[in-house]
């Protein structure tokens, strides 16, 4: 059960405006690319991974050891290969679970590693997802897209013309489910003659025990990996919005997260400044933002990984953003230009006390690798439009630097390594992406399209500084990801179709990538003068995990297909994905031999969610079924074949998984809401 209560102070007369019937997912629709955009905390109470997967094209990689969000799109998961935001500002934590002693996962399993976005869902608003390639600082180091979660604001907490707002949630659900609960204050007055300061603060917290019972009876905890999974987190939100005049805005930011969960505390801060400057001029409208994130995992005394103890790890993230656009008009000729620079700056660290030593387990671990990667660049983005004729057309520009140290080789792995020595490492790339996109309003509800995009991505301080077996396991030369992608699609865009006032939205993408230089992990062992990949042919105990750049080219293709209906007594939305990638699975994934430098990722054959509901009483109340289908899929095999390469398990038929939901709306402060999932 969820209640919602909306309180506010100022008791004028005011005016209502019911947005009961209003749909979010099509403002996608009107947009020649493969964007959506879903709103979040509206009618179901679906978590974060079940609103990411209702969107073509996006997956989730769920890992119930990290306590966040790990966005999938298009089979590509992790830093660079997905830009996942919030608020506009990139994500760039690891999270890495403990294992040691049995008391997190049975023993023999590794750690488990995963980038993902620590945020709080009673803060969201909206996620908005662009793939295939994003614009401005969104496409920065972006192999397949980006994934950016909107936090509220002052003026989602304050109804009408008030000057102060109460929003509250309150969440419980049982088999573990967990329950939680958000409130948050917000106020708005006038400033000098035309501006405003508004201000909000909020507070989340959350109890939640993954340790739930399955459909056959048994528990998670049954399972190996799904130990200690009891966490707490807590979220806090403040912002500061002043508006001198209606041209210019400041707004200050500050976010935290706190939790504990598989062995660690993790401790997770954002500030950021933003700055707009929009005044009666259609060659300026000028945007600024400033943002720094500290994250910590501390282990506690219980923890291990594998033989480490004591660790710690700390992701320090900076970026600057200035962009303008310009807008102009000639004749039946129109158009816009964006153009910006971005600078990155992300550094990793980490805490492994002397003690370790005494086991060897630095030399050998492949936790929480040091060093630093810089980004700069410049970008443009161009919209031009002609009668029916639209033509958007991109340019990035970036220079990639990663600096870090590479350890000596062992003495026994001399032989193998090159270079033998120790050394600072510091390599730098350059890249230029142009993209481009044609569209025609054919009529004034069909649209097609057609989009060539080229991006890349600079490989993570975690690939290149992998440090599994000391510096053999070091790569200082791996390559730069580079993609290539052609998309085509159309656009539905219809009201009044069946009913009055009723919408209808449509859009049908394919698409097709060809990756270059696709970045992997191999398992090399000692084989006399030289390594190699099969472990029957070692002749001594030499066993190196090392990223490397693939030789084959990786191919993605796919269809994904969104359709919403939405009338005063009736809504529909359905997404379809289906897709296939050749993409090397790393022998990191493995639970067993991995070193817990990453996570499995292979997305199911095709999947798709529906949702079908109806508006009762006045759109007082709105129920809705959700369904949810999973087509074959495969998982990584918890031991090797004989010749010590990966194996997959085929899974056994994914039954459709129907959700049920109800939300009534008391009055316009307060809704109740109750489902089952």
Known sequence: MIVTQHNTTQLDTIVVSDEGGKNPNFNSYTKPSAVTSRAINVNAMQNLDSIVRSTSGAYTQMDPGQGGVSVNIRSMTGLGRVNTMIDGVPQTQLGTSANGGGKFHSEGNGPMSQFSALIDQNFLTRVDISKGHGNGSAGINSLMGSADFKTIDAEDVILDANKVGVLTRLNYGNNDLGKNGMIALA???????????SAL?????????????RG????????GYMQGLKQHPESYLAKLAVKPNKDTEFKLSSRRYNNSIVGRDIDSK???FEAKYNPDSKWVDLSFLAAKTVTEQVYTDNAKL????????????ITFDLKNTSRFELGDFNGSVTYGGNIYRNKYERGIPEKNNDSGAIANAAFGPAGKQNINSLYLDSEFNYDILTLNAGLTYSRYNLKGYKPACDSDDAVYCMPAGAMNIDRKYTKVNPSVTLSLQVTDWLQPFVSYSETARAPNVQEMFNTSRNGLSVNPYLKPETAKTYEIGFNINKDNLLLDNDLFGMKVVYFNSHIKDYIFNMSYYGCGSSVCTNVNDS???????????????????GWEVEMSYESDYFFSNMTYTRSASTAPTSKAAMIYYGFGSESYTQLPKDYATVELGTHLLDKKLTLSSIFKYTGKAKRVGLDMDDDGNL???DLPNIPVIIDLYANYKINKNISLKAGIQ
Not at 216 to 223: F, I, P, Q, R, V
Not at 309 to 316: L, M, S
């Open 187 to 197: 106020g708005k007055t006038g400033l000098l003659e035309s501006g405003s300061i």
């Open 306 to 317: 594998w033989t480490l103890e004591d660790a710690t790890t700390q992701n320090k993230f």
């Open 270 to 272: 954002t500030h950021s």
């Open 201 to 213: 603060v909020a507070g989340s917290k959350s109890s939640l025990d993954q340790n739930y019972r």
């Open 539 to 557: 002749v001594d105990s030499v066993h190196a995990q090392i990223y490397l750049n693939s030789p084959e080219m990786v191919k993605d293709k």
């Open 647 to 649: 194996m997959f398990d």
């Open 216 to 223: 056959d009876g048994s528990h998670a905890s049954d399972s």
